[in-house]
């Protein structure tokens, strides 16, 4: 029932919006920073606001099963993929651009990642995005979770937003207040909107001074998470009152392993696929991480990783 929609929906793209860049049974593992997966029925690449309107009107009007992604930094996919359409922005959505009335404005599409936006900020000497220089997701995710490192948050440098209604009639610009950011969460994830981009303001500062900042926060990142493996980040959210790392170190979880998935020994917040490892792997390594913990602490830990077509 569920196929038969994605696969009216795949037919109503291709007929009304035949520019769009369509791939079917895209493996997710490739779009993924675990590096985990299975395949998408197909993963549809909007260029423009005009083709993503049309895509969204296709698949909401034959009701599929969809959901945007962006760099795939946050999510941990099924073994047997999603069995509808993914939707992942491009072209137009990968520009930054100065706002020409005020030279501590940017506008960022949500496509473009963090890292590229922290350059560009750095090279224009535009500082108070250094926090997030080192998350490795795009701006629309950063958005939607209120992604946010070292005592920092997006909600800090976010004025407002662009973004279009989840069938794809309507694009307005909302307020930073507006989009109701607390930790990890925003008015995006209640209204399944889309974010099209987001206007930032910085302030202006030496670009020597705020690269310096950036690499040492990336001195510091690097020293204490394991990059060298694929991984979504921190598995569990912070629980109130507590790290989620610390209560996992407390169990004595450092190290659990299911096949290839498990416990980073460097930082025991973070899950990581250390070699061939499935979404199985991953779920029962955190299963078994939550039902320890909250044994041990009586505190049950929240997934942070968002879970696509499977369940803890
Ligand atoms: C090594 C590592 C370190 C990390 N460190 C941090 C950290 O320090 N702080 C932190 O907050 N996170 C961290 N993360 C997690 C992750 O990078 C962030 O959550 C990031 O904001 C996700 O962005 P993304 O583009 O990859 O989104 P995805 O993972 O692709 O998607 C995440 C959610 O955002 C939604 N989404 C994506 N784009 C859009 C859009 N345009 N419109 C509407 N919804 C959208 C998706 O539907 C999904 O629900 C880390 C991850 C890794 C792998």
Redo the contacts with the bound molecule.
Sequence with gaps: MMLDKTVKAIESIRRTVPEVRLLRDEPMCR????RIGGPAMALVLPANEVELSAVLSAVTSTGAEH?????????LVSDEGYPGIMI??AGD?ESIAKNPEDPCRVRVG??V??SRTAAFLTENGLSGFEF?S?????????????????GG??KDVVRSVR?MDPDGSNVREISGEDMDFSY?HSR??EE?????SAEMELTEDDPAAIAERVTELAAR?NAK???AF?????TFKRPVGGYAAALIEQSGLKGYKVGGAEVSEKHSG?VINSGGARCEDVLAVMRHVREKVYADSGIMLEP???L?NCTL
């Design positions: 779009h993924t920073s675990f959901m945007i992604i962006g760099n795939g930094s946050n999510l992942k922005l959505f949500a496509a990642l963090m997030a080192g998350i490795p997701g795009s701006i629309g995710g950063a958005v939607f979770m209120n992604a946010g490192a070292y948050e997006i973004v990890r995006a994830q399944d909107m889309l974010i099209l990142r998470q394991p990059v694929p991984s979504a980040g921190s973070f942070e990783v968002r696509i």
